[in-house]
Structure formats: C-alpha cells, structure tokens
C-alpha cells in the first residue's frame, strides 16, 4: 500500500529566533520544501485522492502539506514558497475568527480574511475546515458539535468560499473510543465530511485505515533538516 505522510504546520516566522514549538521560521521551512522538491516529492490536496482508485495511481513519493489557523503569516511566508518549489497545501480556517486574531489562545497573531483567503491560487492551496469555534470535539456534546457544522457551512455560504469537506480537529482532539466516538463519526458523515485529521505522528498507508483517524506529522519549528527527513519517512514515533 503507498504511503502518505501528512505534514502539520502552523505560525511561520521570518526570524530564525522564533523558529520553536508551533512556530517555523522561514528559513527552516524553506529548507524542507527544497527537501520535498529536491527528493522528488508529489505534494497532493485531498481532492487529489479521490482520483487514486488504486496504488498504480499513486505517485511514487507523495505528501500533503497543512496549515491550520490561516494566519496572516502563512500568506506572507509559506504561499510564495509554496509558488516558489511547486508545492501544493491545505490550509485550515476557524471560520468564526477569520480577520481576527487567533483568541482561542489568548493570542495577537493576526487570521486571514474573506478576500485574502479568496485571493489564494486554488491550484496550489485548498481550503478546508477547522471548525467554527476552535474548541476540542472531544468536550462537546453532539448538538454543539453540529450548532459548529451549521456555523461553518453558513459562514461558507455567505461569503462564497471554495472550501473542501476535510476537517482538521482543533488540537488534534476527538472522542477516541466507544459510543463518543462512533456517534461523533455518524456527525461527521451527515455532514458529509471525507476526511478527518487527527494528529498521531504517523505516516498513513493509502486508502486510509479510518478515513476519519487520518494521522498527521507534527511538524517544530526547532525540527533540523534530519529530523524532518526521519518524520517524513518513520513517524515521530521512530526516534
């Protein structure tokens, strides 16, 4: 079965001294998709995947590349570099603070609005959910889980946004096991969601085990080029 490493990302900097924890400097990030690049990697939306009925379809070395929380700072560092190495991403709105600021942490970090989110080259970035409100599905109940569905799909509604049904679950949570789970995975599907993102530090296999448990790689900003390349190819889970 091919394998499919999903790369996580979030703030990027223009500074090499913030480049830690959820923050990747821009150098750094430069380096890993000339690594991409380079090593001839395929960069896929998932869009992508639905045309991949089976492994021959399949690119020899490919990667899905995600941004969640849309910040300002991914347009103006990672979408020239993604322009620049022939890349292609994900990137993942909480609608309710689009041309805000990132609240849910207490934070200042400036969110994309509607026209800039419009701006982007759909051939290279694909949108998609990360919820409304930015809270964990695994401490809310059902009926405040779909109230977030319906927020989301009027804010897309109303401001005639191209957005894929992929969800990439707020701080990776979800309920993880029994009926919590099966019942939030019924959500999911009346909602029509394809694919759901957790984090996992793993490296999937194509089709996916669970389409709603798909894994992603946690990419640091403190991460070097080596450790990239061993998350790329292992997991986290191989160190």
């Given at each position: ?49 639905k045309t991949m009925k ?76 990360h919820s409304f409100q ?101 997991g986290k889970g191989w160190?």
């Amino acid at each position: 079965m091919p394998k499919l490493p999903i790369l996580m990302y979030h703030g990027v900097s223009a500074t090499t001294s913030d480049s830690k924890g959820l923050t990747i400097s821009i150098e750094n990030l430069e380096r890993q998709f000339q690594f991409l690049k380079v090593n001839g990697y395929t960069s896929l939306h998932f869009s992508d995947l639905k045309t991949m009925k089976s492994p021959t379809d399949f690119p020899e070395k490919a990667v899905i590349i995600t941004f969640d929380d849309v910040y300002v700072n991914q347009l103006d560092y990672a979408y020239p570099l993604l322009e620049k190495y022939g890349l292609k991403a994900c990137f993942y709105i909480p609608f309710n603070f689009v041309n805000g600021v990132n609240e849910w942490d207490e934070g200042q970090e400036p969110i994309m609005s509607v026209e800039q989110l419009r701006s982007l080259d759909s051939e290279i970035i694909e949108l998609g959910l990360h919820s409304f409100q930015h809270r964990p599905y695994n401490d809310l109940p059902l009926d405040a889980i779909q109230e977030d569905f319906d927020a989301c799909k009027t804010f897309i509604i109303n401001n005639k946004l191209a957005v894929h049904n992929t969800l990439a679950y707020p701080y990776g949570k979800y309920p993880r096991k029994g009926k919590a789970q099966s019942d939030f995975f019924n959500v999911l599907s009346a909602n029509k969601i394809a694919y759901g993102l957790r984090i996992g530090n793993r490296v999937n296999t194509f089709p996916f085990k669970n389409n709603y448990e798909v894994q992603r790689l946690d990419i640091k900003g403190e991460d070097t080029l080596k450790v990239f390349e061993r998350k790329l190819k292992r997991g986290k889970g191989w160190f």
